[in-house]
């Protein structure tokens, strides 16, 4: 497709449970991030990946969070053991490189019971 | 780390009226954007501005990166700007808070 596209677009989990999230980034960006979206908040920087270079993971609230970007393209979030205060919606974004214009996909929302 | 503050934090407006949103930001940077949110949640990018003055539309923005500032002009405001308005530097993948704006018919 031509945007970013991310799945699922909803996610309901119990706590303590472990979710996925999917990001396929705009074909030929070779810079991804993820970030996340409380309820009426601005954007967290959670974590970025450029090329392949080691991803800067300075944004990651715990140890419970890992992303991994599989080929210089599609990137998966891995919660751990959720939590309540995971509930959030958690948005990607790629660009061409690192520091140019960035492109969000719709997010996921994500609801720990 | 580098600090974006926005005003004004909410912003009510008539349609057909003016406005100026403000990015401050406390460092030097090489890029800046604006986005919109609309009430769906999805971010739409409005400008790529990390100096200079841009337009499209009815939008416009400009970046004194010298003087650490930008500022995003919504002119003959409509009900569909509603939103939130974010700005973000790259340096740092730093947001503002972002600007609530409620246009009102």
């Known amino acids: 497709g031509a945007g970013v596209s991310q799945s699922p677009s909803n996610k309901v989990t119990e706590k303590g449970k472990d979710v996925e999230l999917r990001c396929d980034p705009i074909?030929?960006?070779?810079?991804l991030y993820w970030y996340r979206q409380s309820l009426g908040q601005g954007l967290e920087f959670l974590i970025y990946?450029?090329?392949?270079?080691?991803?800067?993971k300075s944004g990651l609230p715990s140890d419970r969070f890992s992303a991994e970007r599989t080929g210089g393209s599609v990137s998966t979030l891995t919660i751990q053991r959720t939590q309540q205060e995971d509930s959030a919606v958690y948005l990607c974004?790629?660009?061409?490189?690192?520091?140019?214009?960035?492109?969000f996909g719709p997010g996921t929302r994500l609801t720990v019971l | 780390g580098i600090q974006v503050e926005q005003s004004p934090p909410d912003l009510i407006l008539q349609e057909g009226a003016n406005s100026t949103l403000r990015c401050n930001f406390s460092?030097?940077?090489?890029?800046l954007q604006w986005f919109h949110q609309n009430p769906w949640g999805q971010l739409i990018n409005l400008f790529y501005?990390?100096?200079g003055t841009k337009q499209n539309g009815r939008l416009s923005a400009t970046t004194v990166a010298t003087e650490r500032y930008s500022l995003l002009y919504i002119s003959s405001s409509q009900t569909t700007d509603s939103g939130v308005y974010f700005c973000?530097?790259?340096?740092?993948?730093?947001f503002g808070a972002g600007t609530r704006l409620t246009v009102k018919p």
């Open positions: 974004a790629s660009s061409l490189d690192f520091e140019n214009e960035q492109f």
């Open positions: 074909s030929g960006h070779t810079a």
């Open positions: 990946f450029q090329g392949n270079s080691a991803p800067d």
């Open positions: 460092d030097s940077v090489n890029n």
């Open positions: 501005i990390p100096s």
């Open positions: 973000a530097v790259q340096l740092d993948m730093r």
